[in-house]
Structure formats: C-alpha cells, structure tokens
C-alpha cells in the first residue's frame, strides 16, 4: 500500500515561492508517472505538472516558466517549486502517483496567495 503526504503549503504573498514536497511510503516504481493537481474553490480539479516519464516534464500553460516538477526516486519525494505566485494560484495542490498500474493521491495542502 502506497501512501502520500504533502507538504510545504502556506500562505505567501503574490511574487514568492513555496515548494511542495510529497513524500511517498511504500513501493513506488522508479518509472511511476507523477503528476501535480490542484482544486480552486467551485472548479474542477486541473493537472498543474507532470513526470510522466523521468526526465519529460509537462506544465499547465498557466504555470510554465513559473513552477517547476522534479522527482528523487532514491527518496521516493516528489517537488513542485513555485514561483512568482499570484492569486489565481490559490488551491488545494495534491500529488498522485500511478504506479504499477495503481493510482494513489494525497491529502492535499493548501496553498493561498495574497494579493
């Protein structure tokens, strides 16, 4: 069994940066697909940054060139650097993982970006 807890959430003011880390226990497959989510309030959840495959990374139109995804594999963490952040940042960032043909997703933490 696979679990994942998020972390690094918080409140920052538009212009900084938090990173999110999400730390895997279990058995996760060095080639298992990571992705980043996140849930604004009334809207649907949307896929915000994947690794999909080690090395290929993929990003929201609305995120690129600001927020980074990036894996340790020998830690079994997962990373979302954020950058100049704005209001419309402001959501619930999950991570999932699809490993070994089983989907997994955290708790979720929060994010909030002052204006």
């Known amino acids: 069994q696979v679990q994942l807890v998020e972390s690094g959430g918080g409140l920052v003011q538009a212009g900084g940066s938090l990173r999110l880390s999400c730390a895997a226990s279990g058995r996760i497959s060095s080639i298992a697909f990571m992705r980043w989510y996140r849930q604004a309030p009334g809207k649907q959840r949307e896929l915000v940054a994947s690794d999909d495959t080690v090395g290929i990374t993929n990003y929201a139109d609305s995120v690129k060139g600001r927020f980074t995804i990036s894996r340790d594999n020998a830690k079994n963490m997962m990373y979302l650097q954020m950058n100049s952040l704005k209001p419309e940042d402001t959501a619930v960032y999950y991570c999932?993982?699809?490993?070994?043909?089983?989907?997994?997703w955290g708790q979720g933490t929060q994010v909030t970006v002052s204006s």
């Open positions: 999932y993982v699809l490993s070994y043909g089983r989907s997994y």
